[in-house]
């Protein structure tokens, strides 16, 4: 297509030399349907371009899913930008980072999608309805592939620039400049005819119109006098016209799209309704942004005031139309987050929709496994919580599985709050606040030792629970491990025991197996769990199954000498 444009270009050149050299009318008839087949070529091959780039853009998408199915998510955003150790439970159970549970879903194609991923990772919702609707959104995305697939391209076809979209928000809420000016307007309107009535007069006499000159001095005048409010207009607008484009797509996308949730049929009518007026601001932001290409610009700001015009149409449109517009942004944010919520679940279809109950209630699983683990290999252990006893305590050596077993439980709630289906054989989880201490760090910046550092997540722990009206999940990693054995145990009996008067439940581990006594100490409210080890002829195996009782194995002397650290 490109070679053919080339020839038809040249050859639609030299008829017109020859025309021109001839003087024969039946060549330069030739010159002219030589040059509208070329436009006709240059939009075709347009055309052409983007759907390659589409298909180019398809079949990367194809492969990067593949891979994800393989475990490697290397090709997705880690949102380590979002990692915030302060917070209730991210930092602890992976939520953001390499490998994380983030990098795992982030299929999203806008920056404000990205956001909003991040913000619902790091906020659950206390509405069992929220996330009921959530998961019917989510499982009928999941059943239509060809839609998110094309919804992602649509969405990456248009790149944006990371303050794109702050800057056509704040443009849509900033003050008109030209459309309540009365001089503007008219001026607008008057020396454009004016010029076109010299140029056309101008062709008549055979010369310039002798008045044309006055029209350009004033048009100069008027330039110079509005260019300080036409330079703030200009950076304003910013990119505006290509991230308009993007989401001109994604509407497209969803409003050709029949579905059958509510939420889903609301978006598609609303997308169909806003698309006229939006693809009117298209073409407007398009003509403002193409009037700067070389000459273009100044020619027409010199004979027809150009920029006022443009100004003028967008100025009108945002007037009536900025709340629309804004709306069928958010409305494709949240869109891009149920998409990559839609496509984690099309990638797991054995995982099962947990069922989410009133707070306060049972927290069961059958076979449930970590999220984020290979489901080829991954062990899954039954958990029973809030109706036979409040807290799990957790006994268990080295690398038998407690840690893994304890992140199991917190990201699943996390998942469960999208809308999200889980690697068990049943699930039901109540509404529950999270709270997590299992990975603690010190700072010499801000002169806070270990031990200090975990004492301070600890009493952050206590004033929410004590505070709560809702149940809190408080899952604990070896507490207190900052301080000696002793003291350690001590304090993780007084912590235990503080948190049984509150609205809480959850799960201790430890390694100190003189915690167990307070299983009979408290009945109904504390019982043993552990995961073990087993010494073997090749050396230590290790079955990551959760057992009742406590534990009584000891692997880290065994593990130094299979290591060659100690003979």
């Known amino acids: 297509m490109a070679m053919f444009r080339l020839w038809v270009a040249i050859g639609g050149l030299g008829l017109g030399v020859w025309a021109f050299r001839s003087g024969v009318n039946y060549y330069w008839w030739l010159a002219g349907i030589a040059t509208l087949l070329f436009l006709y070529l240059v939009r075709k091959h347009q055309v052409l371009s983007t759907k390659r780039e589409e298909l180019k853009l398809n079949l990367y998408l194809i492969d990067t899913e593949l891979q994800a199915l393989e475990g490697n998510f290397s090709s997705y955003d880690n949102g380590l930008i979002n990692t915030d150790i302060k917070h209730p439970y991210t930092y602890d159970l992976d939520i953001f980072g390499i490998g994380s549970v983030y990098q795992s879903l982030a299929?999203?194609?806008?920056?404000?999608?990205?956001?909003?991923?991040?913000?619902?990772?790091?906020?659950?919702?206390?509405?069992?309805?929220?996330?009921?609707?959530?998961?019917?959104?989510?499982?009928?995305l999941a059943s239509i592939p060809d839609f998110l697939l094309n919804f992602r391209v649509a969405g990456?076809?248009?790149?944006?620039?990371?303050?794109?979209?702050?800057?056509?928000?704040?443009?849509?809420?900033?003050?008109?400049?030209?459309?309540?000016?009365?001089?503007?307007?008219?001026?607008?309107?008057?020396?454009?005819?004016?010029?076109?009535?010299?140029?056309?007069?101008?062709?008549?006499?055979?010369?310039?119109?002798?008045?044309?000159?006055?029209?350009?001095?004033i048009n100069w005048l008027l330039m110079g006098a509005f260019s300080k409010k036409v330079k703030t207009s200009i950076a304003q607008m910013g990119n505006c016209a290509m991230l308009i484009d993007k989401y001109t797509s994604l509407l497209m996308q969803v409003a050709s799209t029949e579905f059958k949730n509510e939420w889903l049929k609301k978006s598609a009518a609303d997308a169909a309704k806003n698309l006229e007026g939006i693809n009117r601001f298209k073409k407007s932001a398009h003509l403002f942004e193409n009037r700067s290409n070389g000459l273009t610009g100044p020619i027409m700001n010199t004979l027809f005031i150009f920029d006022f015009y443009c100004l003028l149409q967008l100025e009108g449109w945002r007037k009536d139309n900025k709340q629309a517009l804004l709306s069928a942004m958010d409305n494709m944010i949240e869109m891009d987050v149920y998409i990559s919520n839609a496509v984690y679940t099309f990638n797991n279809p054995q995982f099962k929709y947990p069922e989410i109950t009133a707070p306060g209630t049972e927290l069961r699983a059958i076979n449930l496994r970590h999220p984020l683990l290979n489901q080829k290999n991954a062990v899954g252990n039954d958990v029973s919580m809030g109706k036979n006893e409040q807290f799990y305590l957790l006994t268990g050596a080295n690398m038998t599985g407690k840690s893994t077993f304890i992140r199991t439980i917190g990201v699943s709630i996390v998942l469960a709050n999208l809308g999200l289906p889980l690697p068990a054989q049943e699930i039901s989880l109540p509404i529950f606040q999270l709270f997590t201490s299992m990975r603690i760090t010190d700072s010499v910046q801000d002169d806070i030792s270990y031990f200090r550092a975990e004492l301070n997540?600890?009493?952050?722990?206590?004033?929410?629970?004590?505070?709560?009206?809702?149940?809190?999940?408080?899952?604990?990693?070896?507490?207190?491990?900052?301080?000696?054995?002793?003291?350690?145990?001590q304090g993780t009996r007084s912590i235990v025991e503080t948190l049984l008067k509150y609205h809480s439940m959850g799960i201790i581990a430890t390694h100190d197996t003189g915690l167990c006594d307070m299983e009979p100490s408290h009945p109904g409210k504390i019982n043993n769990y552990y995961f073990e080890s087993k010494v073997e002829a090749g050396g230590l195996s290790f079955d990551f199954k959760l057992k009742r009782g406590g534990s009584t194995s000891n692997n880290a002397t065994i593990l130094m000498r299979q290591m060659g650290i100690i003979e």
Do not use: H
């Open 156 to 217: 990456l076809i248009v790149k944006e620039g990371p303050k794109d979209q702050e800057r056509i928000t704040k443009w849509l809420g900033a003050e008109d400049l030209f459309i309540n000016n009365m001089l503007v307007k008219i001026m607008s309107l008057l020396m454009p005819t004016l010029s076109i009535v010299g140029i056309i007069w101008s062709f008549y006499i055979g010369g310039m119109c002798p008045w044309l000159i006055y029209v350009v001095l």
């Open 107 to 140: 299929r999203t194609v806008t920056i404000g999608g990205a956001s909003l991923l991040a913000t619902r990772l790091s906020s659950l919702t206390l509405e069992i309805s929220t996330i009921t609707q959530r998961q019917q959104i989510v499982n009928e």
């Open 457 to 489: 997540r600890i009493k952050m722990i206590m004033d929410n629970v004590k505070s709560a009206t809702l149940p809190y999940l408080i899952l604990l990693d070896e507490p207190l491990r900052g301080t000696n054995s002793t003291d350690k145990q």
